[in-house]
């Protein structure tokens, strides 16, 4: 069998919880309702949408739109830039992991190509990603209506679990003879994504990742500052 032929190296990153300290999501939809607090009248159904959601009763991507649509519905994409803005400045001070921000500039200097791929929404996402300095950014894409008001719902598909891993093969191909590829990520919701890669890193993990990384012989990693 003939040897690989590797002409780039491909790393991915995930970013809720693997970049960052937690969870991006729930903190942007927070700092929403910081910036239009009677939004706040509007979430009494949220808590039992997370009891569906929990019980199985509706997926991912309907707990997400659900909350997106009553947190942030509606709001301008001038209004959304400002918060996204605003939580970003936030966030690079305060949220993000030290040793990712080391790891992403090791392997930017060894000029492997970059890609974060995340299950948040592009409007906060792909700002980020451009400023840590991503080649290529993966994520959930937002809905907008013909005044530019947010919809809520998802464009596509939620780049989460299979979905985000047919992202990223979009963005790279098929053909994996080309390249090498490594991905760090928290969750075990990315175990198709791991499952794919040559090299899989489990940052800080889920207990469910956790089990799976000692039983695949993934590396496990420990960010914490």
């Known amino acids: 069998m003939p040897e690989k032929s590797i002409e780039q190296t491909v790393v991915i990153f995930d970013l809720d919880s693997t970049?960052?300290?937690?969870?991006?999501y729930v903190a942007f939809l927070l700092s929403i309702l910081k910036a239009y607090p009677l939004r706040f009248?509007?979430?009494?159904?949220?808590?039992?949408?997370?009891?569906?959601?929990k019980a199985g009763i509706r997926d991912n991507s309907w707990l997400k739109e659900t909350f997106l649509t009553t947190i942030a519905g509606g709001l301008s994409q001038s209004q959304?830039?400002?918060?996204?803005?605003?939580f970003?400045?936030?966030?690079?001070?305060?949220?993000?992991?030290?040793?990712a921000l080391q790891k992403i500039q090791q392997h930017h200097d060894a000029n492997h190509k970059l890609i974060l791929a995340s299950a948040s929404f592009d409007f906060?996402?792909?700002?980020?990603g451009h400023q840590l300095g991503f080649d290529a950014i993966a994520?959930?894409?937002?809905?907008?209506?013909?005044?530019?008001?947010?919809?809520?719902?998802?464009?596509?598909q939620n780049c989460y679990g299979k979905y985000k891993l047919k992202r990223l093969i979009e963005i790279l191909g098929n053909d994996k003879n080309a390249i090498t590829t490594i991905a760090y990520t928290d969750h075990h919701s990315d175990a198709p994504l791991l499952e794919w890669v040559d090299k899989a890193i489990a940052v800080n993990p889920t207990q469910?990742?956790?089990?799976?990384a000692l039983k695949k012989k993934y590396i496990i990693?420990?960010?914490d500052d």
């Not at 970049?19 to 991006?24: L, Q, R």
């Not at 009248?41 to 959601?53: D, K, N, S």
């Not at 994520?139 to 596509?156: A, E, M, P, Q, V």
């Open 124 to 128: 906060y996402v792909k700002k980020l």
């Open 41 to 53: 009248f509007r979430c009494g159904f949220l808590p039992f949408a997370i009891l569906i959601h």
């Open 139 to 156: 994520c959930t894409l937002s809905s907008w209506n013909k005044h530019n008001k947010l919809t809520g719902k998802i464009d596509g």
């Open 88 to 99: 970003l400045e936030k966030l690079k001070k305060k949220g993000i992991r030290s040793k």
């Open 208 to 212: 469910k990742l956790h089990r799976l």
């Open 19 to 24: 970049i960052t300290k937690k969870d991006t």
């Open 221 to 223: 990693a420990d960010w």
């Open 80 to 86: 959304l830039t400002a918060c996204s803005d605003q």
